[in-house]
Each structure stands twice: as C-alpha cells, then as structure tokens.
C-alpha cells in the first residue's frame, strides 16, 4: 500500500502526525510518501488548512489531523 503524507516545514502538528507514523512497524507492508504542500499552489489549496494528512492511493482514503495511535492503525491497515 501507497501513502501519501502531506505536510510543510515548521508545521508542529506536522511533526507529531510523524511521531506517530515512525512508532508504527508499517514498512512492510506501507510505503509513506512525503509531500510538502509548499511546493505546490494547488497542494495548499487543497491542504492548507487540513495538514498534516494522510491519504490512501488505494482507497483514496483520507486521513486529517486530529488523529492518535488507534485511529492511524486502523487506517493503515490493508484492506482484504
């Protein structure tokens, strides 16, 4: 599975969204793609008031901040 993480540099809520994605053992089965909103206009439009968010390219899934530990695992976890 493919994830996409978008977020900016100096975002706080950025950064904890990260901490919990490093505490996960997700490697194996989840490829995380960081993508700064910075970057992109359309990025910003679309996020800049959402980020951090994770979203699924298999399900098109997304994922806004607030989340914590449980919610993120079920998230992530592969569809059947």
């Keep these: 599975m493919k994830v996409y993480f978008y ?3 100096g975002c706080h809520l950025c950064e904890q969204a990260a901490e919990l994605l490093s505490a996960l053992d997700i ?3 989840t490829q995380v793609e960081v993508h700064d909103i910075a970057d992109s ?5 679309i996020y800049g008031e959402k980020i951090p968010v994770l979203l699924r390219l298999d399900t098109k899934e ?3 901040w607030p989340f914590d530990q449980p ?3 079920r ?6």
């Design 7 to 9: 977020t900016t540099l």
């Design 27 to 29: 490697s194996q089965y």
């Design 41 to 45: 206009d359309s990025l910003i439009k």
């Design 62 to 64: 997304e994922l806004c």
């Design 71 to 73: 919610l993120l695992k």
């Design 75 to 80: 998230f992530l976890e592969v569809v059947k």
